[in-house]
């Protein structure tokens, strides 16, 4: 039986973690190596690695920090940060890295989906797309971390990244990103009414409970965040955790409940 996926998101800026509100105010939170020793002791679904400096630089994928992190990780990784070529997409997936995601590249340059999806499998491209509210029930994608609004419909690129070949989706909700208030359910109900594919929602999630509310409205999705498991208490400590086998048990049976 197909499961909710719970999957933890680390940011990286100079070989560092950190995390940000609303694509902001970035906090410098430790070592992104040993926050994947710690995740792999708490046997996490999958992690999602971005490096949110790359793209908007212009610069490549670090691989050697890559490296590293496949090396470490004992559950499915996905990486994605400056990728903007097909030989790139090799070299990462040729690292032991399972996913290889696209963000502004994908947006910019859409045939760069299907060109990778040859390449290394469908299964294995991640379209990530962040978007703000624009609207009742509309949504602008945005890239280069917020900064570059598109003009374009979230809708309009989910369904263009399926036809191009992606194997999953994952939208970011520019708006709660770091608040730790929540999901935008009526966002994630949107995507998984638009498209067949797998989707990954990420941005609001502040508790056990918002991770419940995402898998009931939505049933089998990833519910990605960042925050929940790098933060803990209102002063937002510093402290990687994840949920034991019964919290998650008890997440799934939520996705039941329809």
Known sequence: MLRPRITPCLLLRDGGLVKTVRFANEKY?????NAVRIFNE?????????DIAASAAGAAPNLRLISQFA?????????????????????IIALGVEKIAISSAAVEQPALISMIAEAVGGQSVVVVLDAAHAGPGEYEVCTHNGRRRTGRRLVDLVREAESRGAGEI???????????????????????DTTRLPISVVGGAGSLA????????CGVVGAVAGSLFVFKGARRAVLINYPDQSQKDELVRASLVQ
């Open 29 to 33: 939170v430790g070592d992104p190596v």
């Open 42 to 50: 708490k046997e996490t679904d999958e992690l999602v690695v971005f």
């Open 170 to 192: 994952v939208v970011n909700a520019i708006d709660r990103d770091g608040v730790m208030g929540g999901y935008d359910l009526e966002m994630a109900r949107l995507v998984r």
């Open 71 to 91: 090396v470490e990780c004992r559950m499915p990784l996905c990486y994605g940060g400056g990728i903007k070529t097909v030989q790139q997409a090799r070299e």
């Open 210 to 217: 918002h991770l419940g509310e995402l898998i009931r409205a």
